[in-house]
């Protein structure tokens, strides 16, 4: 009789034609607990998620040492990304520092 939202939701937004903008900010969103999980907060606060259109997250950075280990870890994040979504949904990050 009940079905769960989740079963609307999905064709809600592709009719709105929201379904992108929704899907970004939840991309977005992992991307911050991702490195949430790798480093601590202090480090976190100086790295902020710009953007993400046509599977690249854009990433503004405070430091470019810490770019240079986000590059270094860029595959281990974008695989993160792409499990948690069963798909390949990022392809690269661009780094803004």
Known sequence: ????????????????????????????????????????????????????????LTIAILSSVLASELQLKQEEIIKKINFKFKKNIVKKLYFLI
């Open 1 to 56: 009789m009940f079905q769960p939202l989740s079963v609307f939701l999905p064709a809600a937004l592709k009719k709105a034609k929201i379904k992108e903008q929704v899907d970004a900010i939840i991309i977005c969103e992992e991307f911050n607990q991702i490195i949430q999980d790798i480093w601590d907060e202090k480090i976190f606060n100086q790295i902020k998620v710009i953007s993400y259109k046509n599977k690249i």
